[in-house]
């Protein structure tokens, strides 16, 4: 962190700060509007994680999660943001916990829409039993807030991307919007890797990885619905974007997601690798996606068109 | 883990009206810094949850040097430490003293 | 127990229960003469894309056709791991799924898990941890995380979390440990029939909303998550 400057405006600022690079804090600083953030359960209220001394390792006051409520362009959001450098932002109780107050809060309100900035690596290991379960519970109350019109939007860009339970998670949210380094998934390529060997999947190589994993894969597949570049500007750009595209959720929109991803596995179940798709897509030079500069890449994406709005 | 605690004498009540700030993270080689003013202004205490053992007069020697230097009258630090380096420690006390001294909740 | 003789012991007055390569889709008849819409993973099967689209399908065409409780039966290995299931999205099919099976339950169509083999991580997710009322069969082993890998990770001997293990459910595997948590609602015993045990819950089937935290608490499994959900919930209502 710098002294702050006078001369800069919040979007200035926030427009100069990598989102993958910032803290939790930090994002939500920015992405708000300005001053207008204020948490729920604090650090100074130490709720930390009950178990992690069983393992004698260290502990952090907001045990990994900031949650609370702020306003974007004036209106109200609740927001929550994992913190992937403490324990790669990986879900134990009180982490998950947190979030699933908000959501149930948000369901009750059901005017005011929820923001998640994941960054997690998924289950935390010492605590595996109850980080599962409150995943289980956070999509239980994603599913119960969007039945009752709460619009929840995932922002994923951070340093431990968005893996296990938090590719789950992200699945049953309203919309997501994704930067380049903002993977998404469920096994891990060194989780792949140590089951299946390094023939199925090689987490050393880090391009593979990004073209399976990452954001631009994800937003032309249609997974992701906005691509953004690695600011946090732009992920607040995003935010506002989506809250204001989100359609209402029901059995159609199941319905609509069924078929959705039907047709991607008879369109491209028997590729071999993401440039294989990218190319089935019609997109000429596949091979050179993963070089793209965010501007052309998004221009692309909006060509090829695929959004899962209304479709999940 | 070890547990330390520092108390000392400051000359002066630190600057600023927050209530509390918080900096860092708890990663290997990095921190957190929660602080709070919650004691009188000539007093100032450090409670530190480290995840390495034995280097008590490291601490003893940094936290002599920021008490004396940004005089942090009033203030209560706690520490989650994942093994930051000297001079990452020194770091993050000035932050939290910075953010505190901010004007604010 | 074979799932045969599972989900003979469960539907007495006859199944149409199918189990192709781990998929098992198909309805049953419960004693009362209503039907039962049955799905789940077999044999060990790893949850992949291809399993889990038909799942949800499964369950997509049953909503506005059919009525009645669903069942999902689970002994399945863990997602299935793998570059070609990553790369088609396996996070979106398993959300999906586990949308599915909420989406049902919270419309009338109420969901019970049979958890009666092993499963793990997202697999779990996906299936059995996406129902009402999760019941587990004795002899049952999931395991989020099992203790190699977490040995691991952790730099921990297998000896040394077996002990820890001892004094605390929240991270070893098995079923007392789920249960402990607040994951499975309750065990069934092989004493009785199956057909009762099943008869007895749909007759006394608890609300649709999540309690899993308030019975881990009870349980002393699980003593801070459903008072820190609460106190946010409260601050977020207050804030408003």
Request: charged letters at 25%; one cysteine or more; aromatic letters at 4%.
């Amino acid at each position: 962190m710098t002294a702050p400057l006078k001369d800069i405006t919040p979007a200035e600022r926030a427009r100069s700060t990598s989102f993958y690079e910032a803290s939790a804090r930090t994002r939500l600083d920015l992405l708000l509007d300005a001053g207008s953030f204020v948490e729920f359960i604090g650090p100074e209220q130490r709720e930390v994680s009950p178990h992690l001394k069983i393992f004698d390792l260290p502990e952090q006051f907001d045990d990994g999660i900031v949650v609370g409520r702020g306003r974007l362009d004036g209106a109200p959001v609740f927001v929550a943001a994992q913190e992937g450098r403490f324990m790669g932002g990986a879900f134990g109780e009180v982490h998950g916990a947190k979030l699933t107050g908000l959501l149930r809060a948000a369901r009750q309100v059901a005017s005011i829409p929820v923001l998640i900035l994941f960054d997690t690596g998924g289950v935390r290991l010492q605590e595996a039993n109850a980080g599962e379960l409150a995943i289980a519970e956070i999509m239980r109350a994603v599913m119960e807030a969007r039945a009752a019109g709460v619009k929840i939007i995932g922002l994923i860009g951070g340093r431990s991307g968005c893996y296990g339970g938090g590719g789950l998670i992200a699945g049953c949210c309203s919309a997501l919007a994704v930067s380049e380094p903002g993977r998404i998934a469920v096994s891990g390529p060194e989780v792949i890797e140590t089951n299946r060997g390094v023939e199925e999947f090689d987490s050393r190589d880090r391009a593979l990885v990004w073209r399976t994993m990452g954001g631009k894969h994800r937003r032309l597949l249609g997974a992701a619905d906005v691509f953004v570049d690695d600011n946090v500007q732009d992920f607040r750009e995003a935010a506002l974007e989506l809250l204001g595209l989100v359609g209402p959720f029901g059995l159609d929109s199941l319905k609509a997601e069924q078929e959705r991803l039907a047709d991607r596995l008879r369109r491209y179940g028997a590729c071999f690798d993401a440039v294989d798709i990218w190319t089935a897509e019609g997109i000429a030079h596949a091979e050179t996606v993963p070089e793209l500069p965010a501007d052309q890449f998004i221009a692309l994406a909006d060509r090829i068109g695929r959004t899962s709005r209304d479709a999940r | 883990m070890e547990d330390l605690r520092f108390q000392h004498r400051v000359r002066a009540r630190a600057g600023g009206t927050r209530q509390s700030a918080i900096v860092g993270v708890v990663a290997s080689g990095n921190l957190e810094v929660l602080v709070e003013r919650v004691l009188p202004d000539a007093e100032c205490a450090l409670d530190i949850k480290t995840a390495a053992i034995g280097f008590g007069e490291v601490w003893t020697a940094v936290i002599g040097d920021f008490v004396e230097r940004y005089s942090p009258g009033g203030l209560r630090f706690s520490i989650n430490d994942g093994g930051a380096r000297p001079d990452t420690v020194s770091l993050r006390l000035a932050q939290a003293v910075r953010s505190i001294a901010e004007n604010g909740q | 127990m074979t799932l045969d003789d599972i989900l003979t012991a469960l539907f007495p007055d006859g199944h149409e229960v199918r189990n192709d390569k781990g998929v098992l889709l198909g309805t049953a008849t419960l004693r009362s003469g209503d039907s039962m819409l049955v799905l789940g993973v077999a044999d060990r099967t790893a949850l992949g894309v291809d399993e889990a689209i038909r799942l949800s399908g499964h369950v997509l065409r049953s909503i506005g056709r059919d009525s009645g409780p669903i069942l999902v039966l689970v002994d399945s290995d863990s997602q299935r791991m793998s570059k070609r299931d990553e790369l088609l999205g396996l996070n979106e099919f398993l959300a999906h799924l586990a949308k599915v099976l909420i989406h049902a339950d919270m419309n009338g169509r109420p969901t019970i898990g049979l958890l009666y083999g092993h499963s793990a991580a997202g697999a779990l997710l996906a299936t059995g941890l996406a129902t009402r009322v999760l019941v587990g069969l004795p002899g049952a082993d999931p395991a989020v995380m099992d203790l190699p890998s977490m040995a691991k990770v952790t730099k921990l001997s297998m000896e040394a979390l077996e002990e820890k293990a001892k004094s605390t459910p929240v991270f070893a595997p098995g079923l007392s440990n789920l249960t402990q948590m607040g994951a499975v609602h309750l065990t069934w015993s092989h004493a009785a029939p199956l057909a009762d045990q099943l008869e007895a819950l749909l007759a006394d089937m608890p609300a649709a909303r999540d309690g899993r935290d308030a019975l881990g608490k009870a349980r002393g499994g699980r003593l801070k998550a459903a008072e820190i959900a609460e106190r946010v919930r409260d601050l977020a209502l207050q804030a408003r």
